[in-house]
């Protein structure tokens, strides 16, 4: 896996971002899970998907301002 993206679920990238301070706030349009952060005009909608693709979980933590890294010790 030469991008160092973990292959995980939307359900596991929401207990990922709250641990970055992302709050869940709603189960939106087509079961994609809203996050909303206090001082970020950003919003995460996160697909309820067992498989994330790889390039939408890269977009999702460059919208919440982690880096791969950040976001791989927020998993464990």
Known sequence: MSSGLPVISGKEAVKAFEKAGWKFVRIG??????MKKVGVFTTLSIPDHKVLDRGLLRSLIRDAFLSIEEFKKLLY
Request: aromatic letters at 0%.
């Open 29 to 34: 349009n087509s079961r994609h899970m809203i």
